[in-house]
């Protein structure tokens, strides 16, 4: 993976929010270094949608879990942009005309409108394929080849049909007239909440979690994605909607603002009562979800 200084991002003496920092900053130029091995229009594509922007949401999350339990942050990096690759991919793919059809994302021209459908298909395709080979690639101690093996394979299930896929195709199919909560939560938990419990089940394997730690994050990961997406979901209803744009699922449109705000805190509240009632401390899982109490 290269010569990386990382031992800094887990000084003491660094604030929260100055580690958060140095985290993105580590992950944006690994990101960088991975997606310079070619300057084929395929990796110029690449580069468009992975570089352009981004909180890095998924990944900073698989490190902060990490850093709750016995942070490696070398062992740890390549499966964080791992999870950033496979978020990328999907956003590629969201935005195809066959999809919602969007023209811009992060202030930019999507992948599609800057280099034409069949590149950006092909764009998504080679970063959710490159993001399995950078965690099949790398290297960790003998200890944790087991969880390395289990962390691929949860990945994959959870980015896959069964997860963020068949999230998208409850998202595409989805009848607002017979909404539930029931039914939008299984749709919220799968489209956004499957790839964030991915980031977190991550970086708690590989940092070592015991099976009590394991569950707490997984708790939290779920809580964490329903929360991610509601509050996108407040955003988007406050927006004027594009012209001729089908209205999909969304929370805040189903059940009114006021309802999905208490919402989001239920469930930004009941993630950090999971890490607290499993005995996580995790000061940097907590500060993530409490971005995004933040407007």
Known sequence: MGTLCLVPLF???????????R????????????????????????????????????????????????????????FACA?????????IHDDLPC????DVRRGRPTCHKEFGEDVALLA???????????MARAEVPRRLLTRKIQVIGETAELAGAEGMIGGQLLDITFSAENATEAS?????????????TASVRAGALLGGASSAGLKAVTAFGENLGLAFQVRDDIYDAAE?????APAGPNYARVFGADRARDHLRHFVEAGLEALETGGVKGPLLRRLAGRLLEK
């Not at 999870?83 to 956003?91: F, N």
């Not at 998504?124 to 080979?133: I, K, V």
């Open 124 to 134: 998504g395709d080679g970063l959710l394929t490159l993001a399995f080979e950078l």
């Open 83 to 91: 999870v950033e690759l496979i978020h990328s991919y999907s956003l």
């Open 184 to 196: 939008l939560g299984e749709l919220m938990l799968k489209k956004t909440g499957a790839l964030i």
């Open 240 to 244: 004027k909607p594009k012209k001729g």
């Open 11 to 21: 000084d003491n003496i660094m604030t929260i929010e100055q580690r958060l920092d």
């Open 99 to 102: 999809m919602d059809d969007d």
């Open 23 to 78: 985290f993105k900053k580590t992950v944006d130029r690994e990101l960088e270094r991975v997606l310079s091995r070619s300057n084929t229009i395929l990796f110029q594509a690449m580069r468009h949608s992975v570089l352009g922007g981004g909180k890095r949401f998924r990944p900073l999350l698989c490190l902060a879990a990490a850093d709750a339990f016995a942070p490696e942050p070398a062992v740890i990096l390549p």
